[in-house]
């Protein structure tokens, strides 16, 4: 079952990253990246993390994706073949923040 879940999930994370990029259209959206999505057990629901270049594109470009979320939506649901189409949640990866903290602390 986690096989399936991991799968439908990278599907979802390629046309999700494929919609933003080629078919949102919105100045306030900076670049985005999708590191990963998580989908529960039943299919309902897919929490998308995303991360953004710079600090100061975070709030407008969120809230763009928040807005857009009933389109991104529409648009995978032709996309998928699957019986429903899970609901989107879009949350800030920060997992880099992390990373460079991680890092620091060990060239210290």
Do not use: C, W
Not at 12 to 31: C, T, Y
Not at 54 to 71: R, W, Y
């Amino acid at each position: 079952m986690a096989n399936k879940q991991e799968r439908i999930a990278t599907i979802i994370r390629k046309n999700v990253a494929e919609i933003i990029q080629f078919q949102i259209k919105d100045p306030h959206l900076g670049f985005v990246s999708i590191p990963e999505v998580r989908v529960s057990k039943d299919f309902s629901y897919a929490t998308v993390y995303v991360s953004f270049i710079k600090d100061e594109d975070i709030a407008p470009s969120l809230e763009v994706l928040n807005k857009a979320k009933g389109f991104i939506r529409s648009e995978l649901a032709s996309k998928l073949d699957t019986r429903r189409v899970p609901e989107i949640r879009f949350v800030l990866d920060e997992g880099y923040k992390k990373e460079e903290r991680i890092a620091e602390l060990l060239k210290k």
